[in-house]
């Protein structure tokens, strides 16, 4: 006999566990499915990992920069392994937060890979073992995985996914990263940090290339006098493992093609969706590029079934996926939410700089057909930036000129990633420029700049 739910959640990354955990505030009866551990990539092997890994170079940076702050530091240096040890200790804590967020909720957690087997139903299978599940609604979760380079399958080894590089058992003397998106620039960050010597090949002509031209003109400039080397407009052609190293044939803007010698390479050239072996075609699931399409309450085209996060589609972020949930649980409940939209929400790289950014860049907000005033102020004029020693970056804003609404902001600089929910509540405000410029920002801080950039695009800017 089939174990009857009201939902069940087919994986547990922060869209599965935060609907489920939704679902069961709400009164209905839930059961979650996951295949390896409570918490889905995100938790256990992305944004969670990643950050303690980068805030470890962050400190070792600190440390062999500390004549920068009057300090003295002798015989720096760490222990690689104690390096992973404490990321894989933050997750480990993490993941029994979220079993133990199961348990509070009373959600019944199944552990094993799920298929879909039928309208309402779903098979979970673990070794020789297998459940039968039903319930009148079921949400995909199944999240992401890195994309492989056709030519060159990353094995741990010398070629390397973000899961590998998050576990390294040697430190890379020479490191080749392939694309300059967000976990690409993370990852050159935390190793040129930890003394490596960094290359990242990006195939369109900037790195970080979502971003605004500006801040992805003045991180390159960043990166290249942290000494990495960058190149844009560049392709890899092969990438050849040869025992001690990887050999990587790249062909640069020129069109020329060289060969250069790495002893790693980190594949960062996105993901691909969790979609096969889960039953969706059986269905008539509705898919495309191997995304599940949805519309704004995660409905897809058969009734019954809905999916969230990764899933479906751009922009691949947890915050996305966990507000994507909460809507198709409230939906199921007959809550009535506004249906889920993409026009504010944050994105945020964990480099060095920081960089982060909502809604539309200057020249997107143009395309659109706005008249724009846009405002840039520095870091080097906020007091609080230069007490830190962190006076490299930016905070630019884009208005419409004629109705003064945020159209997007983008920032560059030391903490920036904490700073941009602010500009995110005022866009979900509807805030104008003449309630941003009327708010007391304390003294001093960096938010400070946020005032200020507002301020600069009706040309009143008070420090620069």
Not at 132 to 157: C, H, M, N, S
Request: include cysteine; charged fraction near 20%.
């Amino acid at each position: 006999m089939a174990e009857t739910f009201d939902l069940i959640v087919l994986g547990s990354g922060p869209g599965g566990y935060v609907s489920a955990i939704r679902a069961a505030q709400l009164g209905l009866k839930v059961a979650i499915v996951e295949r390896e551990k409570l918490g889905g990539i995100c938790l256990n092997w992305g944004c969670i990992p990643t950050k303690a890994l980068l805030r470890t170079s962050e400190i070792f940076h600190y440390m062999t920069h500390a004549g920068n702050y009057g300090l003295t530091a002798d015989k720096v240096g760490y222990e690689l392994d104690k390096i992973v040890a404490r990321s894989r200790q933050v997750s480990g804590q993490l993941n029994a937060g979220v079993k133990g967020l199961m348990k509070k909720n009373k959600i019944t957690v199944v552990e094993g890979t799920g298929k879909l087997t039928g309208k309402g139903k779903l098979s979970v299978t673990q070794g020789d073992q297998t459940r039968e599940l039903e319930a009148k609604e079921i949400i995909v979760a199944t999240g992401a995985r890195a994309r492989d380079l056709p030519f060159a399958k990353a094995d741990g080894k010398h070629i390397w996914t973000y899961r590998h590089a998050m576990t390294p058992t040697e430190m890379p003397s020479k490191l080749l990263v392939i694309g300059s998106g967000a976990i690409g620039v993370e990852f050159a960050s935390f190793y040129s940090d930890m003394g490596a010597d960094v290359t990242i090949v990006e195939m369109l002509d900037r790195v970080l290339p979502v971003e605004d031209a500006d801040v992805s003109a003045f991180m390159e400039k960043a990166l290249k006098k942290q000494k990495m080397t960058i190149l844009t407009g560049a392709g890899v052609e092969a990438l050849t493992d040869t025992g001690k190293g990887v050999t990587a044939k790249i062909k640069t803007r020129d069109g020329k093609s060289e060969e250069h010698q790495f002893s790693h390479a980190i594949v960062a050239i996105g993901i691909v969706p969790n979609t096969e072996d889960i039953g969706l075609e059986a269905l008539g699931v509705k898919t495309e590029r191997g995304h599940i399409v949805v519309d704004g309450f995660g409905q897809t085209n058969v009734p019954g079934i809905r999916a969230i996060g990764d899933v479906t589609g751009p922009p691949w972020l947890a915050h996305k996926a966990s507000h994507e949930g909460i809507i198709a649980v409230e939906h199921i409940a007959g809550k009535n939410p506004h249906p889920f939209e993409t026009w504010n929400i944050p994105g945020c790289t964990y480099s060095r700089p920081q960089v982060a950014s909502v809604g539309l860049t200057e020249a997107k907000a143009k395309e659109a057909g706005h008249e724009v005033k846009v405002g840039n102020f520095p870091f080097i004029g906020n007091g609080k930036a230069i007490a830190l020693g962190e006076a490299e970056g930016f905070i630019k804003t884009v208005f419409d000129a004629k109705t003064g609404e945020l159209l997007g902001a983008h920032m560059i600089g030391a903490e920036v990633t904490e700073l941009i929910q602010g500009y995110v509540i005022a866009r979900q405000l509807e805030t104008t420029e003449e309630e941003l410029m009327h708010t007391v920002f304390a003294h001093p801080t960096l938010s400070e700049m946020m005032h200020e950039g507002v301020l600069s695009a009706y040309g009143r800017a008070v420090h620069f």
